[in-house]
């Protein structure tokens, strides 16, 4: 039968470019917060994390910015390569709870 | 560097049947979870097992479903009377502690036909 799922928003870059990718997070009450990579057929991979004491965070290309005021998250990857090419997930925890909630996920396109 | 694993990688069962999937996670990590992913949705949390009992679970997780560590190494999922709608990947994850970054497994996918 039919599968009903998530469209899921896309964003199509080219190499170089950089990337950015939002999410809204709904708990007012989430102080932990992860973006994951998922790429096809695998489990999600750990890419960077922020606590809410923090609005920034870098890693290697990567950087997440935290807005506790409109509770939105994004993920900025610079110098996107056709590697970077997955799924992205925002995920939100409450401290003291074991439970990630994931966001819908967005879909990154990057061509060479 | 370490990882979780999962096998097996692909179960196939009839309705009604009982599976179990299980996952080494890493070994140093104190905390274990279970999610699970329907195609094209997004991944729900199912499960949380720590110091040898469930910390949390969410609504999914009922009676149909069960965790276990049954050594020293492994943690298992246990589904009982599966139905068509339990198919789906399911994922393992592990982690130092509560609120810590979770690494998952590569999923098992569950068809049940």
């Known amino acids: 039968g039919e599968s009903v799922g998530l469209h899921l928003p896309t964003l199509s870059v080219q190499e170089g470019d950089n990337s950015i990718i939002n999410c809204a997070y709904s708990n007012s009450a989430s102080d932990y917060f992860i973006w994951y990579k998922q790429e096809s057929g695998k489990g999600p991979q750990f890419i960077i994390d922020i606590r809410s004491n923090m609005d920034k965070r870098q890693g290697q290309r990567v950087t997440v910015l935290l807005n506790k005021t409109v509770k939105h998250l994004s993920l900025q990857i610079a110098a996107t390569q056709p590697g970077d090419s997955a799924v992205y997930f925002c995920a939100e925890n409450i401290s003291g709870y074991s439970t990630l909630t994931f966001g819908k996920g967005t879909m990154l396109l990057v061509s060479p | ?113």
């Open chain 2, 1 to 113: 560097e370490p990882e979780v694993t999962q096998t097996p990688s692909h179960q196939v069962t009839q309705m009604g049947q009982e599976v179990i999937l299980r996952c080494v996670p890493i070994s140093n990590h104190l905390y274990f979870y279970w999610y699970r992913q329907i195609l094209g949705q997004k991944v729900e949390f199912l499960v949380s097992f720590y110091n040898n009992e469930i910390s949390e679970k969410s609504e999914i997780f009922d009676d149909q479903f069960s965790v276990e560590r049954p050594d020293g190494s492994n943690f298992t999922l246990k589904i009982r009377s599966t139905k068509l709608e339990d198919s789906a990947m399911y994922f393992c994850a592990s982690s130092e502690d509560n609120s810590y970054e979770q690494y998952f497994g590569p999923g098992t996918r569950l068809t049940v036909t």
